[in-house]
């Protein structure tokens, strides 16, 4: 009698944190991965390092240390975090993949990530999303195992697919249902500002383009395009700096209110959709799926518009506090009083 003598080809381990910690090939040494903000920074495999540079999500640089030597080399991604490049002393290497991500195992043997700035498995070439949780195959491109969070909840009804079929303008960065890409193209700014007038224009409707807004407000969010929770930073150190310098107004309240609300639409995202269904009335003949993309559509502009809002009451703030300051600095240099407001008076 035959048997089949079945050896393993790679090893897996993961930390109590439920994070891929070792995947390696049997015939290598074991490797150890290190992670910061659950994004992948270090793997060391003997005496070999891989450091990854990254500012928040735009990746930047990788570094490899081997037996006392340093080796660094530039990364050049795109919006959905994908190394296009890499550049070294000498000259730079090109990579390239499918819309789903497949490349050749030749095509970026010098970058420690790959297609949406993801770690592609040593031995298969698939992306273990999520810190280890789901392996996406880019070749079949599609998941090798269903979602949990499907078919009810934000996985959707098809548990392998991934972004549904859209992996040019959206990523997956969990393994669990996807999202937009972090930065838009410069030709997709949600706002536009000309020399003549302090008009805005934008790809949402104009009843919901906020009043008002100052030019030097437009032309940062186009430079910068902030995301939730930078903005809800943004506010926060606002009000400290306020409260700082004990300074009350109109102003801060309204930015702590908008603030708040904010960060309450924010956090409960299916209660909030859920609410919106109930507000929606149609008439169709299909099922509840239309109402679930009105639904998220009046969701994402309504966050949106409560975001610029956000922005412009920080920048009002920020910028009151600055004449308050340069009151209270003129007023020592002339030993009259400063006219900004305390709560003792």
């Avoid at 080399?73 to 991500?101: E, F, K, N």
């Avoid at 009810?152 to 859209?166: A, L, R």
């Avoid at 959206?170 to 302090?198: C, E, F, K, M, V």
């Avoid at 924010?266 to 509840?288: A, P």
Wanted: charged share 20%; net charge positive.
């Amino acid at each position: 009698m035959t048997t089949n003598d079945e050896s393993p080809l790679c090893r897996y381990h993961y930390d109590p944190l439920d994070r891929l910690a070792d995947c390696t090939p049997t015939a290598q040494t074991s490797s150890q991965r290190f992670y910061l903000k659950d994004r992948l920074a270090t793997e060391i495999q003997g005496a070999l390092q891989r450091s990854v540079m990254q500012h928040e999500d735009q990746l930047l640089a990788q570094q490899q240390r081997q037996s006392g030597t340093a080796q660094s080399r530039l990364l050049a991604t795109d919006q959905q975090r994908s190394v296009l490049a890499i550049l070294d002393a000498i000259r730079p290497y090109h990579l390239t993949y499918t819309p789903y991500g497949h490349r050749v195992p030749e095509n970026g043997l010098l970058s420690l990530l790959g297609f949406n700035g993801e770690r592609p498995d040593p031995v298969t070439g698939h992306y273990l999303l999520g810190n280890g949780y789901r392996a996406f195959n880019p070749v079949l491109m599609r998941f090798n195992s269903p979602d949990s969070w499907s078919p009810f909840g934000e996985g959707g009804i098809n548990t392998y697919t991934y972004c549904s079929g859209n992996p040019v303008n959206y990523r997956d960065p969990t393994g669990h249902g996807w999202s937009s890409p972090i930065n838009r193209a410069p030709s997709t700014a949600l706002y536009s500002s000309s020399n003549s007038s302090q008009t805005t224009s934008r790809l949402l409707p104009s009843h919901l383009t906020p009043k008002s807004m100052p030019k030097e407000l437009i032309e940062s969010i186009n430079r910068i395009q902030p995301n939730t929770k930078r903005i809800l930073t943004s506010a926060d150190n606002a009000i400290n700096h306020a409260k700082l310098i004990k300074y009350h107004g109109e102003e801060i309240e309204s930015l702590t209110k908008v603030k708040d609300r904010l960060n309450l639409y924010k956090s409960n995202k299916k209660e909030t959709i859920r609410k919106l269904q109930s507000d929606v009335s149609y008439h169709s003949s299909d099922n509840s799926s239309t109402l679930m993309v009105v639904s998220r559509t009046q969701y994402n502009d309504a966050l949106e518009l409560l975001s610029l809002v956000t922005l412009q009451r920080t920048y009002e703030l920020n910028k009151k506090l600055l004449e308050t300051l340069g009151q209270s600095s003129a007023s020592i240099r002339t030993g009259q009083p400063s006219t900004h407001h305390n709560p003792s008076t």
